[in-house]
């Protein structure tokens, strides 16, 4: 059985998440994560794939399961890790792996620890079904993140560092007026919708598409959409950066006087509150953003992610708009999207949800 905490503020938490590498251009984020919960518990025991490849904070204990030994070796180091720090934590916090929930399950039982899976994405397979049977509550960003029904789900925000993604005064906007739209060259992201739209446009501007081919999985996509560029005549105003460090991407979000996101339905895209946390104005085609946009949604939200002739005209709109139009209405939605989705609240909550469920 696990030993218990003698005070109700000095949880010890073990964490299973994928790598600690703030220079990684899609996980980076969990540093931040991991050092806005040390901050608030007695300790946390941390285990990665590989090597943590950055300090950690004095309280965070870290191992990896060697990856690239081979599934069963990784398996093994992962069931051995956990068999030592099961009985020193409260609750187990698996993130975003399904298979960490399960594959911990048994021993987890054993030690009376009490699982927490976060999971923000809309694929459903037999593995999410498994990792949701054997944990005691889902933690997700929006009711809208996580593809099943369930009791057990609990929207909490998104968790993003907003004294780190904010408007910076020193970087004046590019001219002329840069869109932006950061994400994975891939189909469900509509990349070919911006384009399109940008055909349309009668006003000066220029488009970034920021972000990589993971995998070379959607290759044929990402030069699908450059040869869109030539066909339609823009390709000299189109740029593509390619897969960028997150301090990378953070100035080209400061330096943009709009962004696009054009995620499907299911998938909340935290690209989308970033752009907003730094006082962009943001063009969204997710519903799932009409609570925060509110009042702005009519100005800033398309039908559907395809919908090329609703994202020209709102993009006109904004790059008509007086500049002091387009800095209010960002500071207003900075400020709906700090109070629903900053990493401080998401770590309070977090911890609560872990008092919660800790037996």
Known sequence: ?????????????????????????????????????????????????????????????????????????????????????????????????????????????????????WYVHRHLGIELRAALAVSRAIATADLSSFPLRSPKVRPLGHGIDTSRFKPDPRLPLDAPPLIVQVGRLSPIKHQATLIRASAKLTLPHQIALIGGVPGNHDAAYAQQLRQLAVDLGIAERVRFTGALSPAEVLSWYQRATIAVNLSPKGLFDKAALESMLCGVPTVVSNAAFDRLLAERAQQLRIGAPDDVDGLAQRLEALLRAEPAERQALGAALRAGASSAHSLDGLADRLVALFEEVSP
Request: hydrophobic share 55%.
């Open 1 to 117: 059985m696990a030993a218990r905490r003698a005070e109700a503020d000095a949880m010890r938490i073990g964490m299973v998440t994928q790598q600690a590498d703030p220079s990684d251009s899609v996980l980076g984020f969990t540093v931040a994560w991991i050092e806005a919960l040390a901050a608030r518990l007695e300790s946390l025991s941390l285990i990665t794939l590989t090597a943590a490849r950055c300090a950690l904070p004095s309280n965070v204990q870290a191992d990896h399961m060697a990856k690239g030994s081979g599934k069963v070796r990784m398996a093994l180091r992962y069931w051995s890790i956990l068999q030592r720090i099961l009985p020193q934590v409260d609750v187990l916090f698996c993130h975003m792996v399904p298979r960490y929930a399960w594959l911990a399950a048994p021993l987890a039982r054993w030690h009376n620890v009490p699982i927490v899976l």
